[in-house]
């Protein structure tokens, strides 16, 4: 099985020497493996190789939502698509809730997308994250509904949030995709 590759960038090279530098001069021996990524993490503004780690795969992961389909969708999931499309505005926001039950799922994806992945987040980040993808001023319940279907978790006291991070179903995919298209322009 392939090791997965996660790109590395530093704004300032200089900067990463001179943290890397006081790192290995606070070591005193030569770092191991495991210590030498935590210390290229840290010189990059991470907390540890793991905090990078899931930062990329986040990326990634959100990157793959826009990639094109590795198969074109089918007829039917265009016709649901344009379908759902008329619950969103031109910048890809849900501007109404859908009264079918059906179609309230498939809309939830696309502010799912929006919310980042793998941090946890107060109950008022989670709000401003959800409000980036709706237009239709009740991000309450947006936030309930999402909570319903298991597509974000909180603490039972509802101070802290997280996406629970998952497949968006295939159904699902292309109307998420057009939305944060719409986004984007």
Known sequence: ???PQFPFHVDD???LARSLASQWAEH????????TLNMLARAAGFQ????FRAEAEAQQADA?????????PTDE?????KRLLRHFDAEGRLMRWPNKHSEQQPCLWTIWARIPARRTMSERE?????KTGEALGDHVLLRRELVGYGMIERTPDGSVYKRVEQPVPPESLELVREALRRGEA
């Open 48 to 51: 540890n190789y793991q905090h």
């Open 77 to 81: 999931v265009i016709k649901s698509t």
């Open 126 to 130: 989670m709000n401003e994250a959800i």
């Open 13 to 15: 090279i200089a900067a």
């Open 64 to 72: 793959a939502l826009l990639a094109p389909p590795a198969t074109p």
């Open 28 to 35: 005193g021996t030569p770092p191991g493996h495991v210590e």
């Open 1 to 3: 099985m392939a090791r």
